[in-house]
């Protein structure tokens, strides 16, 4: 990335909305802008946007420097099963392994658990008579002859990927290398993963479904990745694209045809990235990060201004809050949940009479009722529109009108009818079911890691996010909402914040007190020095990379392991020391207490190494005209909790100044998304342009509020 650079763009792609930042660099000043995605093809709207923003800013396409894109592409391919058609290379007798996974139930007590099923159907995985042990001796050699007969009948041209995964390739990766080079000549228009080259790591079924993913989505991204970038030079951008990577950081395209699994959190990760800047604005150690769009909601816990982070993501879970029935992959990921609930969420009454929201999102096409794009089914955004939530003249900053009537059609045919209740009461209740089940999703995410909701600010943002922030905090008393500027499309601002990074994994099964300082050093070293190189290609100054050194520990016996940082880049006695204190610490934390009687093994070492961070500062000053379009200055808004519609005002986020507050109810709308605040809270805006909602805390008064190191601090 060129210092002298001016002008670079951030592109996040979701489900039903394309969201993007145009920033000058220069200045701080940026302009953001929100189209509906291209469900056929998502690079189309990417384009559009792109061309569309540039024109409103008046900037040139030659201008840009670079593209910054996140996108659910990779998640959305593995979800609703539309990769490419991947055999799988095993050694012989393990087969099998993708379908037993690791032999557990989620929940012993259900005879009938069910699982994903396997992207690799039976017909397509081969048995390669092979055998490597443990040690990285290989005890059966491969038969490169016989393995060429078996790839013979896939040269129809059915199969686009071809995984391979042999029994311990991460001690010696001698064999899977072969594989590949017999794969590559016999099949040289098919895309080939090696477990050896994606996840270096012990745990077979793990390592091979990580393997396989990346397999399943590697042609589907790649030909996507090639649109793109060549629908970019057509436009005549000479910048390079750079995509976001789960862990919130970013690569290069090359890196992302190669580990496109690594792209399956790419869009969530970078609305974290920018909550994590957050943390000095907000004045605040503790942050939630909700992220709400049209199709689903995102939430990950950030403490001491960093997300939790893990090399276990699990996904397209059969039964929704239970780990372990899934798809695991192990790659680097910032830690999140994410459940389908979102504006496009169907709302509808199931076969036992009840009213459900989701998972099944409407999209960009048809879209809610309200958007008079065809659609007839009633969703989360027309009951919001129908309680006075949204504005239907100054959606999307006036850009979308939204058909109030037809919102109103769609709940009385298939919500309120059926369960004998008027429109208003039966959109509360779509409402309060889509907020319940946010609340839920988030309270077991904070329990499951020892957290106290009550101790945490709820970040809200994405579209729909702010619109049920207040009340998702309140049934978890978390105390603060936090709605930063230009909410509505933080991801996209996100991107721009992201520093090109690479993290690599090494198995390293060692008892802690018998690990060989100078053999461990080396191992680092090697690690380090691949991940460089990564971002050496990119263009990145090795002066400029940070590197970070961790052990992946647990007690002897134990199969779920720890991630301990190492303090400095070196391990000796006296990081021994260090690294033991800080196990037996965040075990405690984990876990409640630690058994110091027991022996610590370490089970895998990770480098992490990234280039400068971006210094968007959350993208200082933007530049938008403060017209309110059609808003009116009161309307009648439905509240839970409350018998009737209240009359609230209606105010612009440019209306609010630092150190004043109001008094809920109050409903402050902006282009890309609104902030709906209860009548028991109240509003202000702390000296950084976030939106600080102090729930439960409004009074009949109007009591002066103060500022205290930028932030609002309300009277008691």
């Not at 069910?114 to 017909?123: C, D, N, Q, Y």
């Not at 990346?214 to 436009?235: C, D, H, S, T």
């Amino acid at each position: 990335m060129s210092a002298q650079s001016r002008y670079v763009v951030g592109v996040d792609i979701g489900g039903t909305f394309t969201d993007i930042v145009l920033l000058d660099r220069r200045s701080g000043n940026y302009v953001v802008h929100k189209l509906l995605t291209s469900t056929a093809d998502p690079s189309e709207s990417v384009l559009l946007g792109i061309s569309e923003i540039l024109q409103s800013a008046g900037v040139g396409i030659d201008q840009l420097d670079y593209v910054v894109h996140g996108t659910t592409l990779t998640a959305n391919t593995i979800i609703q099963r539309q990769g490419a058609a991947a055999a799988l290379l095993v050694t012989a007798g393990f087969e099998d392994i993708i379908e037993m996974r690791n032999e557990q139930r989620y929940d012993v007590y259900d005879l009938f658990s069910e699982f994903p099923e396997p992207l690799v159907p039976a017909a397509l995985r081969i048995p390669v008579e092979e055998r490597m042990l443990s040690d990285g001796q290989a005890l059966v050699a491969l038969d490169e002859e016989k393995l060429r007969g078996q790839l013979r009948p896939l040269q129809d041209g059915k199969v686009q990927a071809v995984a391979i995964c042999f029994l311990h390739a991460y001690a010696n990766p001698e064999h899977e290398q072969l594989a590949k080079r017999v794969v590559e000549e016999e099949l040289p228009d098919v895309a080939v993963s090696v477990s050896a080259e994606i996840v270096p790591h012990a745990g077979e079924y793990e390592r091979l479904s990580t393997t396989v993913a990346n397999a399943y989505v590697q042609p589907i991204m790649g030909n996507y990745l090639a649109r793109l970038e060549q629908g970019l030079r057509g436009l005549g951008c000479r910048g390079n694209l750079y995509l976001m990577l789960s862990d919130g950081g970013m690569s290069t395209i090359d890196t992302a045809r190669q580990f496109p699994v690594r792209l399956f959190e790419s869009g969530p990760a970078a609305g974290i990235t920018a909550t994590a800047r957050l943390r000095e604005d907000a004045e605040s150690r503790h942050l939630v990060a909700f992220d709400m769009g049209g199709t689903t909601a995102k939430i990950c816990v950030i403490d001491g201004g960093q997300p939790l982070t893990t090399w276990d993501l699990e996904v397209a879970r059969a039964h929704r809050f239970r780990r372990g029935s899934g798809l695991p992959l192990r790659i680097p990921s910032i830690e999140m949940v994410e459940i389908g609930a979102g504006g496009g969420s169907l709302a509808q009454v199931n076969e036992l009479g009840l009213l459900k929201v989701g998972p099944t999102s409407t999209g960009s096409t048809p879209g809610p009722a309200c958007y008079g794009r065809g659609g007839t089914r009633p969703t989360v955004t027309d009951a919001l529109l129908v309680l006075g939530y949204l504005n239907p003249g100054y959606f999307l900053g006036g850009r979308l009108s939204l058909d109030r009537a037809k919102a109103e059609s769609a709940i009385a045919r298939e919500v309120a009818r059926p369960l004998g209740l008027t429109v208003e009461e039966a959109a509360l209740g779509i409402y309060r079911i889509a907020c319940g089940q946010m609340a839920e999703a988030m309270r077991v995410h904070l329990a499951e890691r020892g957290k106290d909701p009550r101790r945490y600010s709820l970040v809200a943002f994405g579209g729909a996010g702010p619109v049920h922030a207040c009340e998702v905090a309140r049934a978890l008393k978390i105390p603060r909402v936090i709605v930063p500027p230009s909410a509505g499309i933080m991801s996209a601002g996100g991107l721009l914040m992201a520093p090109l990074a690479f993290s690599m994994l090494q198995s390293y099964p060692h008892p802690l007190a018998k690990v060989d300082a100078t053999d461990l050093n080396d191992r680092f070293a090697e690690l380090a020095t691949q991940a460089k190189q990564v971002l050496v290609d990119a263009g990145v100054a090795e002066s400029g990379m940070s590197v970070e050194w961790s052990l992946d520990l647990k007690y002897s016996g134990q199969k779920h392991t720890i991630e301990v940082p190492l303090r400095d880049q070196r391990f000796d006695a006296e990081a021994t020391t260090a690294i033991v204190e800080d196990f037996e610490r965040l075990y405690a934390m984990v876990h409640g207490r630690a058994n110091k009687s027991l022996d610590i093994f370490a089970q895998a070492i990770k480098v992490r190494v990234a280039g400068p961070v971006a210094d968007s500062g959350w993208l200082a000053q933007r530049t938008i005209s403060r017209e309110h379009g059609n808003a009116a200055d009161r309307r009648q808004v439905r509240f839970l909790g409350q018998p009737a519609g209240i009359s609230c005002p209606v105010l612009h986020r440019a209306d609010l100044r630092p150190g004043e507050f109001e008094q809920g109810p109050v409903v402050v709308e902006e282009p890309e998304t609104t902030t709906i605040v209860g009548p028991d809270d109240r509003i202000g805006l702390d000296s950084w342009g976030n939106l600080v909602i102090e729930i439960g805390r409004g009074t009949p008064s109007k009591a002066v509020g103060k500022e205290t190191n930028g932030v609002v601090a309300f009277a008691r």
